[in-house]
């Protein structure tokens, strides 16, 4: 990198960085509608940039019915009312620039709403221009659906259209129809959508439902699936959609193909990126390994491995292995929350009074890994998962299962930025989409600033120590043997400097006996953690963390 040049200038950027994930609802009301818009995200954007984080993900704002909160699009090329306009966007885009933040922005693009035009026009007839731009198919004789396919949100994987009289595929809500990709129009139009973006100077794109583009042309039955618990994440048992192994409603050979398309479009525009979400249940790494590999289809991925109920060193090990062993040239990107899991304080603590402690040690994990990171607003407050009543769900997931499963509105609560104002100061409605818990108020950004020991500070701190270590950006990741203990070890290395990490997850003090070529570990001022090196072995106390140059 030449002298002076910012690391975002270089077309890698991406590598490394960390990515903070806004949800336009509840970030900042400026309108008094109770929902947020992009002009709140504007204002916010200073207090983004001060984390010390390298970009944002805005998740949808697009023009949209909004039965699954923007994840349902009917126009791609267009700001929802709602939200605000292109014009805000472009102002917006000019602020985050401006800090020195890149934009990435969500694409929905394995369905749309059955409200966007295509899909009008597809479901009119049989032999209209748009007839094959989605996934339609005839009844078996008996009237019941093609094959055995399920939706992610209950029931079958296929609605009946009386008009047509045929069925049509939809992953997720009936009123989210999948494109039929084996179309190349329907790449095309997708293509040129995104092109849209790239032309506003978008920075990248988080991709949805990565592998969910292409759809088996034979329609074959998915055959049954046991799916193991421990690394169960939005889905479980609760759904039967994960009593399938899908073999065939989703990451089809047919993909890679098109994001080599993809990538030539992106590749066209300098330093941008893409970053998959890939949900493929015990395939997401080897799915992730395929579509990063090359340099010719996604740049990173990020799988739901460590969104799980999990946070051991036995398992972040075991996710963190596979994927190095699975993943040869690859890239990743981790992360412990988003908006469609429990807030991972809630998951990972055992008692209210370590969930502080908890998410301290939690970000410091997260930044001291081999990837890139996301963090989801709200984290660095380490909020906690919203307990809401059933009258107050907007999530069509959680309607349908309550109360097995509550949905994803608990982690989706508005930001809460000043503890003595209405809603947090979110908004200046009388009512937010969403209520904002007691519980978020107090926690809210004002109070955490006057706290220097809070986890807005310790955030702060360990951003900061991720971005003064080289190796942590995009050097070598080495696990260092713990000899049966329940630690977290390993190195961290690049350009001859060789950072040691020790991290103990359990709730008891552990002793890690330095290997006889690191007695010489030259301990390193950890954010929030400062265990002692007594006789050759560093002393944790419970939930405490090292770090160390050997």
Not at 304 to 315: M, T, V, Y
Not at 350 to 369: G, N
Request: aromatic content about 12%; hydrophobic content about 40%; glycine content about 6%.
């Amino acid at each position: 990198m030449a002298a002076g040049r910012s690391r975002l200038e270089d077309a890698d950027w991406w590598r490394g960085a960390v990515i903070y994930q806004v949800y336009p609802r509840s970030f900042q009301d400026t309108n008094g509608d109770g929902i947020g818009d992009l002009k709140g995200i504007t204002q916010r954007l200073p207090y983004i940039a001060s984390l010390g984080v390298d970009a944002i993900w805005l998740s949808p704002f697009f023009t949209s019915p909004m039965a699954d909160m923007g994840y349902d699009v009917s126009n791609y090329c267009d700001v929802d009312p709602m939200f605000g306009t292109l014009a805000d966007f472009d102002e917006m885009m000019t602020e985050a620039h401006r800090l020195g933040l890149k934009v990435i922005i969500d694409q929905v693009i394995s369905h749309t709403s059955d409200k966007h035009p295509w899909f009008i026009e597809s479901r009119a007839s049989r032999s209209n221009a748009k007839a094959d731009w989605y996934v339609w198919a005839d009844p078996k004789p008996d009237g019941t659906p093609p094959n055995n396919w399920l939706s992610i949100f209950g029931g079958p994987g296929w609605e009946w259209d009386g008009v047509r009289k045929q069925y049509y595929m939809h992953n997720f809500l009936t009123s989210q129809p999948d494109l039929n990709f084996h179309n190349p129009e329907v790449q095309q139009a997708v293509l040129d959508a995104v092109r849209f973006w790239l032309d506003r100077g978008v920075d990248g794109f988080r991709l949805d439902t990565v592998n969910y583009y292409f759809h088996d042309k034979h329609l074959r039955d998915n055959p049954p699936m046991i799916y193991d618990t421990e690394t169960a994440g939005l889905e479980s048992d609760t759904n039967p959609y994960s009593m399938q192994n899908h073999l065939h409603d989703k990451s089809q050979p047919e993909n890679i193909e098109f994001l080599k398309r993809l990538r030539s479009l992106i590749d066209s525009y300098p330093n941008r990126t893409t970053v998959g979400e890939v949900g493929d249940g015990p395939r997401s790494l080897t799915t992730l390994a395929i579509y990063t590999s090359g340099n010719d289809k996604l740049h990173m991925c990020y799988t739901f491995d460590l969104l799980g109920p999990a946070f051991s060193a036995r398992f972040i090990r075991r996710v963190v292995s596979t994927f190095q062993d699975t993943v040869v040239n690859g890239w990743v990107c981790w992360a412990f929350s988003n908006h469609d899991v429990v807030r991972h304080v809630t998951r990972f603590a055992q008692t209210p009074a370590e969930r502080e402690r908890v998410a301290k040690l939690a970000i410091s994990v997260l930044a001291a890994l081999r990837g890139s990171i996301c963090l989801y607003q709200g984290e660095e407050l380490g909020l906690t998962e919203a307990e809401l009543a059933f009258e107050d769900l907007t999530d069509p997931y959680g309607i349908r299962f309550w109360p097995a499963f509550k949905g994803r509105d608990g982690c989706r609560t508005p930001m809460p930025w000043e503890v003595q104002k209405q809603h947090a100061g979110f908004s200046e409605a009388g009512r937010t989409w969403l209520p904002v818990p007691p519980e978020h108020s107090t926690a809210a950004v004002d109070v955490q600033e006057l706290d220097q020991d809070s986890v807005l500070h310790h955030y702060r701190q360990a951003l900061a120590f991720r971005k003064a270590h080289p190796p942590l950006f995009d050097g070598e990741m080495t696990f260092v043997e713990t000899h049966n203990r329940d630690l977290l070890a390993f190195i961290r290395e690049k350009e001859g400097e060789r950072l040691l990490f020790v991290f103990n997850l359990t709730r008891e003090a552990q002793d890690f006996p330095l290997p006889a070529t690191m007695r010489n570990c030259l301990p390193i001022p950890m954010p929030g953690f400062a265990p002692a090196v007594e006789g050759g072995a560093v002393k944790l106390a419970a939930l405490d963390a090292f770090c160390g140059r050997v």
